[in-house]
């Protein structure tokens, strides 16, 4: 099952008993990004400098990415491109419910609906398929505790995770400094393309400031 980099976040996020989305703030915040880098990759958008550009907005087939397209291009307005900064800011709890609500299309974890003191609305997602984090993780330690050489996707996965400083929803039991110096290294090295490398780091800035 080929999920996108914003689920994967996603996935990494979910406590396992709970079903609760842990660090909510910058991990929505990496959804977003995760979905803009999967346009990236797929030729509908570019990342250059502080701005983002709607490059193509043909279809991708995927219902969370071509959601996404309709969204940037109504949000741009006719105009050519505008700061990624406030893209990311603008649809980052959205982006989040996006892909929750696509994980669930795909039966990957289920939605149960509860209240919270009998009055407050609280929404969980337990995994009703864990083979596919089971496999994601698996990827990932390959990586980051072994030292194979990352495929674009899983670096980019690690790009994310690096620039949203959410390491330890992947390494939870690692030692933090050798996780932190291999993560770096892979979010940094040359396993794309400079434009998609740049754009990793242009979305990195837009983060911190």
């Not at 969204?71 to 505008?82: D, F, T």
């Not at 979010?187 to 434009?195: K, Q, Y």
Request: charge should be positive; hydrophobic fraction near 50%; include cysteine.
């Amino acid at each position: 099952m080929a999920i996108t980099l914003a689920e994967e976040v996603v996935l990494l996020a979910l406590d396992d008993e709970s079903g609760a989305v842990r660090q909510r703030q910058t991990v929505a915040y990496a959804v977003a990004a995760g979905i803009l880098l999967e346009l990236v990759l797929a030729g509908r958008a570019s990342v250059a400098g502080k701005h983002v550009e709607l490059t193509d907005p043909a279809p991708t087939g995927d219902r969370l990415l071509d959601g996404r397209i309709a969204l940037l291009e109504a949000w741009l307005g006719g105009r050519r491109r505008r700061r990624v900064a406030d893209w990311l800011t603008k649809d980052q709890n959205k982006a989040l419910g996006a892909a929750l609500e696509s994980l669930c299309a795909r039966g990957v974890v289920v939605e149960e609906r509860r209240k919270a003191l009998g009055v407050f609305p609280v929404r969980r997602y337990p995994e009703a398929d864990g083979a596919v984090e089971a496999e994601l993780r698996e990827r990932l330690r390959a990586v980051v505790r072994e030292g194979a050489a990352p495929d674009v996707r899983t670096a980019g996965l690690v790009a994310l995770l690096h620039g949203a400083k959410a390491h330890r929803l992947a390494f939870p039991d690692a030692p933090r400094r050798q996780v932190t110096e291999r993560v770096e290294e892979v979010a940094a090295g040359h396993w794309a393309a400079e434009s998609l490398r740049t754009a990793i780091r242009n979305m990195q800035a837009a983060a911190t400031v």
